[in-house]
Structures are given as C-alpha cells and as structure tokens.
C-alpha cells in the first residue's frame, strides 16, 4: 500500500508541475514547476530501484539544468522573458490538440498491448520458474546492488558511447562559449554604453 | 495486498502522459525557454519508461541508457540556451516564429 501511496503522490507531482510548465505565464515558475516535475520523477526511480539514476537526476537536472535555465532568465531579464509568451495562433492550437489527443490514444494503446504482454510473460515466468513476485521478471535481489552492475555495463558494453559523452560535453561547452563570445561582439552597443558609464565614473572619480 | 499493486504499466502510462504534455508544450508555446522545458519533459517522459522496463525485466541497461540520455539532455540544454541568449540578445523582442528570419 506504502509503494502506491508513494506512486500516487509522486505521479500527480510530476503531473501538475508538467502542466504547470506549459500553461504558467511567467518563466520562473515554469521552471521551478519544472523541478516539481524532475523530483516526482526521482522519487519514481527510487521507487525502482534506481537509486543511483535518481541521485543523478536531482543533481544534474535540478541542481545543473533548471539552474541554468533560471540564470539565462534572470538574465534576460524575467520581465522581458514574460513578454515573449504569446498566445498561440489558432492553426498551431488545433495542430497542438490533434497531436496530444492522437498521441495519447496511441500512446495509451501501446502500453495496454505492452500490459498484455506482460501478463502472457508472468503467466509463462510463473509455470516456468515459480516465481511468486509479479513485478519483477527476474530475480529482484541480484537486481538492487545496481551501481555495481550500473557501473559495469557502462565501462564495458558501452564504453565507446561514454568515450564519445565525454567528446559530445567538450564540444557543447567549446561551442557555447563561441556563441557567447560572438553574441558579446553583437551585442557592442550594451558593452559601449557600459564601458561609457565606467569611463564617466573613473573621470568623476578623477575630478574628485 | 489487497490487490492493489503498482505495476509497471502505470509508470509507462505516466511516462506516455509526460511525454504528450511536453509535446503540446512544445508546439503550443513560442517563448524558447519554455520549449526547451518542454523537451525536457518529453525526455523525462521517456527515461522514466527505461526505468520501468529495466526494474520489469531485472536488466541494468536500461539504466545506463537514462544516464545518456542525461548526458544528452545536458549537452541540449547548454546549447539550446547558448543560442537563445545569442538570439534573444540580437534581436530582443524574438520568438519562436521570429526564428524563421534564419531561413535567410
């Protein structure tokens, strides 16, 4: 009972801060609706014994992703941020409407195909090894110790993709600090008028 | 138990509605930060279903694909909002739609 009480709350977390996300007017609570949504999701992967992964997640998707989201807001400027949320235009709400109605019917579709699935492969599990627990395939204890294994199949069977992260993050980083750079060339108009008011400053200083 | 259990279809339903939400999101709003949220959510949408299926199946490689993922969704997002400051910078007052001055 503990386990769906956990599942209830946690789902309707990420439920409402996801809807939270799309409808909220001003940016920042978009993100910080956004966090609700992230830790909801956390607490599911706890849920399952992911607990590794949900460390992750709270540390690079709240601690690193939303943070950054929140500084090029602030940065921005919240104000003008909210200036930028236009209502949509109709064609592109009727498209939106199609798309989420049709995606969750088939989405919603799928997972029953999948329910079946899974309940032909218990029953087959069940006459086949005995196994008494319904949500595990296989058997949960040699499942938990996960970072272990986690670890084992990253550094192994996946050592070239974790080799070619590592090249991904380097160029994402090198690129965007091009971008800011160039983007701080473009912008010389601000950076005049700041260095106008620095010199304006040093000079009253200086006549004092 | 009185027959009430949660199994793993529910957090594949949970992850289908995520993933329906930040794609409506994603085509109903104009302000890029907040479509950059909604692929965020799209992709939590989806982790969440790998996690589902590796506890399901006691197979750890569903885990080291949301790690990936994670790194992926990091590398997007210091992109993404490079390009939107860079952007939102040049010409202030910018959308979605704006964006289709890029065609050139």
Known sequence: ?208 | MNGLEVVTSWYLVLGALLFIIGGTGLLVRRNPLIMLMCVELMLNGVNLSFIAFADRFGDVHGQTVVLFVLVVAAAEVVVGLGLVVAVLRASPRATADDLSALKG
């Open chain 1, 1 to 208: 009972m503990v386990e769906v009480a956990v599942f209830a709350v946690a789902a309707a977390a990420c439920l409402v801060g996801a809807i939270g996300v799309v409808l909220s007017r001003n940016p920042v609570h978009a993100a910080l609706m956004l966090v609700m949504t992230l830790f909801g999701i956390a607490v599911l992967f706890v849920a399952q014994q992911a607990h590794f992964i949900a460390a992750v997640q709270v540390i690079v998707y709240a601690g690193a992703i939303v943070v950054l989201f929140l500084f090029v807001i602030m940065l921005l400027g919240v104000d003008r941020a909210a200036e930028l949320s236009m209502g949509a235009l109709p064609a592109q709400r009727w498209t939106a409407a199609a798309f989420g109605l049709g995606g969750a019917a088939v989405l919603i579709w799928l997972v029953a195909a999948v329910d079946r699935l899974f309940k032909g492969a218990k029953s087959l599990a069940l006459e086949t090894a005995g196994l008494t627990d319904a949500g595990a395939g296989s058997d949960p204890t040699d499942y938990v110790a996960d970072v272990s294994a986690l670890a084992r199949s990253l550094f192994s069977d996946y050592v070239y993709a974790f080799e070619l992260t590592s090249l991904l993050l380097i160029v994402a980083v090198i690129g965007t600090v091009i971008l800011a750079r160039r983007s701080g060339y473009g912008g010389s108009q601000h950076n005049g008028n700041a260095s106008e008011a620095a010199k304006a400053e040093t000079s009253s200083e200086a006549g004092q």
